[in-house]
Nanobody
Framework: QVQLVESGGGVVQAGASLRLSCAAS????????MGWFRQAPGKERHFLAA????????YYADSVKGRLSISKDNAKNALYLQMASLKPDDTAVYYC??????????????????????WGKGTLVIVSS
């Protein structure tokens, strides 16, 4: 079992940057692909970004390419999401996810929330205009 706890959310002004963290415990995430999703009020959960077991390969939703950056530190058992140029539409609960997947190539499966086995409880980001 992998336990995930997100942190770093809060209230920020439009245009600001923010870094979210996800601390993993229970198992080493060295063999796990990791991902970030978000869910805005009244909307479905949407995929944002994923990273492979080594941290060497990433996969992004087209809507966030260039503004979000995912990274992973296996030594610290942690996942990060750096967000830039935040907009009010980025207001959502942000979730990290993990899936045992010790392979280099990430494909479109990462976009589907049901493919991920482990989830955190989320951290709320509010972007004010």
């Amino acid at each position: 079992q992998v336990q995930l706890v997100e942190s770093g959310g809060g209230v920020v002004q439009a245009g600001a940057s923010l870094r979210l963290s996800c601390a993993a415990s229970g198992r080493s995430i060295g063999d796990y692909a990791m991902g970030w999703f978000r869910q805005a009020p009244g909307k479905e959960r949407h995929f944002l970004a994923a990273i492979d077991w080594s941290g060497g390969n990433t996969y992004y939703a087209d809507s966030v390419k260039g503004r979000l950056s995912i990274s992973k530190d296996n030594a610290k058992n942690a996942l990060y999401l750096q967000m830039a140029s935040l907009k009010p539409d980025d207001t959502a609960v942000y979730y990290c996810a993990a899936e045992f997947y010790p392979e280099d190539r990430l494909t479109s499966w990462v976009e589907k929330s049901y493919e991920w086995d482990y989830w955190g409880k989320g951290t709320l980001v509010i972007v004010s205009s």
